[in-house]
Structure formats: C-alpha cells, structure tokens
C-alpha cells in the first residue's frame, strides 16, 4: 500500500516485484544510475566480476534481499529511491575506516539516495529518507546508520552525495558519530518499531 510522504505530491512505496518496473524505468532513464550500478555497488552479494548488474538487482529485490523506498511524483513516474537494508544485505563506504573504531552494531543501513537528475532539489531524497524509515519501523525498528557527507562551507557536486547529506540526516534526527573521510561521518539514529 502506498504511504503518503509529507512532501506535497510525492508518495512512496517499497521497491519489490510489484514496483520493480518502475524502478528499471527511472534507473534505465538515468543512464543506468552512475555509470550502471543499477545500485548494486553496496550489496553485498555484488561482486566486481558481476557484468549483469540489472539482472543481479532484479533477482535480490524478487527474492526479498533488496530494500528501498521508492519516491513517486504525481505524474505516476518513480523520480527516486532511498535504499535501506541489513548489515548482512549492505556494506558501508570508508570501511577500513569505520572497522578501525566501529560504532555499536547496527539493525539497518542506509547507502544510496537516488534522485532523477530532472528532478533534484525538489525534496525527493528527503521523501525517500523519510519513507525508508517508516519501512523500517514497519519491520521492527532497530538502530539505523548510514555514511554520510558534510557539505556545510564547501561546494559539493551532487553526483558524489549518492549518500545524502548529513545535514538532511541530521534534520531527521540522525546525530553524528564519527568522522571517517574527509568530509564522511557516521550517523545513527534508533527507530521505534511502527
């Protein structure tokens, strides 16, 4: 069932079979997402010699093993998704980094926030972010965390923040923990169960 996002106009709705079409859409009208990642790169069942990453993505979302909300615009179309799922479904960037000095244990990871490029700075990620954590709490809840960048006081280029920014993070919430690149941060926050 599709949930109301609070940004006027956009709604959103798990990725799995029933939406997988929509999301091949908006990702085949993107290029391929990043060069065709097919937002693959942090799953864990990814593997550099993987060439097929579109039939790799379907087979995890068909069999349950890939998570997002998906963001609908008004006119039907997907226009992005926040990808959310276990520490066992999602590495993390910056892990030797993180490894070095890891937080406590997380239920949930967030990795990739995708917005159509006709469609940024419209509050899409931010509807994505906040429906994956009603999925989230949907499904129980737990401890979330995510590898984020700063962008406060420096020009970054949104093609790199395929993590959001720890400042929309933080306006949901999430509190830092501890730097791991230069401009990357951990972030957590505990959902209640919904």
């Known amino acids: 069932m599709p949930d109301r996002a609070r940004r ?3 709604t959103t709705r798990p990725l799995c079979a029933a939406t997988w079409d929509a999301f091949a859409e908006l990702v085949e009208r993107n ?3 990043y060069g065709g990642c097919w937002c693959v790169a942090f799953q864990c069942a990814y593997r550099r010699d993987i060439s097929d990453h579109r039939g790799l993505k379907e087979q995890l979302v068909r069999a349950g093993q890939a998570h997002a909300a998906l963001v609908f615009g008004a006119d039907g179309l997907a226009q992005g998704w926040c990808q959310y799922g276990s520490p066992a479904e999602l590495r993390l960037r910056h892990r030797a980094q993180y490894c070095k000095d890891p937080p406590p244990s997380a239920d949930w ?3 990739c926030i995708f917005v159509d490029k006709r469609h940024r700075g419209q509050g899409i990620a ?3 972010l906040e429906g994956a954590l009603r999925l989230i709490a949907a499904a129980g809840g737990g401890l979330v965390e995510a590898i984020s ?3 406060s006081g420096r020009d970054a280029q949104s093609r790199f923040l395929f993590s959001a920014t720890v400042e929309l993070f933080e306006q949901l919430g999430f509190v830092r923990g501890r730097q791991v690149g230069k401009h990357a ?3 957590s926050r505990r959902i ?3």
């Open 8 to 10: 006027p106009g956009y």
């Open 31 to 33: 290029n391929g997402v």
């Open 109 to 111: 990871r967030i990795t």
């Open 126 to 128: 931010r509807a994505g």
């Open 149 to 151: 960048e700063t962008t």
């Open 185 to 187: 941060w951990i972030v």
């Open 192 to 194: 209640e169960p919904g």
